[in-house]
């Protein structure tokens, strides 16, 4: 079983949009069963899932944070394939304890200079979690200069996902009823995005599998 992280200090950078749109998108290319986990107190992904009339991805609540290890231990022993945690902005301990949980943390970056400034306090968590991390940039308008400026800044702290995921309306249309751009839209230009992300998590996934520890320090050493 896989265990992926979203996470950002500063919100608005889409994470919850892209937990459901990868979770969905893993569901798709064959990953069964995919599990999500809301650790934001605001329940914004609990939300879209009550609001989806699909039967997967399928949702696991947890009473406090601090059940979350036990809980990956019985998803595991029922044979998840992969579990997707959202976690919250700004609540430092929290997203720090789902790091150390995590085999991958996912964070998005809007191209703005506020939020890089501000992504270098969700790399020290990562840091002092020891965990693997990977950027994506999000929200990205098209042919804007400031796009490829921020893949060469947030280069120089780690990977940064080839796919570019677009200011698109379809994202936030789609959550607010519970889908996803692939439900909508399934060989648009938005599906395309989330597949090649997807394509591209899992592939930082598997080599973490095959790496193992030496990998991990390595990265999280960066």
Do not use: C
């Not at 020290?124 to 990977?134: G, S």
Request: proline letters at 5%.
């Amino acid at each position: 079983m896989d265990v992926l992280a979203l996470a950002s200090q500063k919100g608005g950078a889409g994470k919850t949009t892209l937990t459901g749109h990868l979770a969905v998108a893993a569901g798709a290319q064959g990953v069964a069963p995919v599990v999500v986990i809301d650790t934001d107190p605001q329940g914004s992904l609990s939300s879209w899932w009550n609001r989806r009339q699909a039967n997967e991805p399928l949702l696991s609540t947890l009473p406090s944070l601090k059940d979350l290890p036990a809980r990956l231990e019985e998803l595991r022993d029922g044979g998840v394939g992969l579990v997707i945690i959202d976690t919250p902005p700004a609540i430092t301990n929290s997203i720090r304890e789902v790091m150390r949980v995590a085999d991958l943390v996912v964070m998005p970056v809007r191209p703005s200079p506020h939020d890089l400034d501000a992504i270098g306090a969700t790399i020290d968590l990562a840091h002092q979690a020891q965990a693997r991390f990977v950027f994506v940039v999000t929200q990205a308008k098209l042919n804007a200069r400031v796009t490829p400026q921020a893949v060469a800044l947030l280069s120089a702290h780690g990977t940064v996902a080839s796919s570019i995921i677009q200011d698109r309306v379809i994202y936030a249309s789609a959550m607010t009823d519970g889908r996803t751009a692939t439900d909508i839209d399934p060989k648009g230009a938005a599906s395309a995005e989330i597949l090649a992300l997807w394509e591209f998590v899992k592939e930082r996934l598997a080599q973490r599998t095959k790496e193992g520890k030496e990998g991990r320090t390595t990265v999280a050493s960066l």
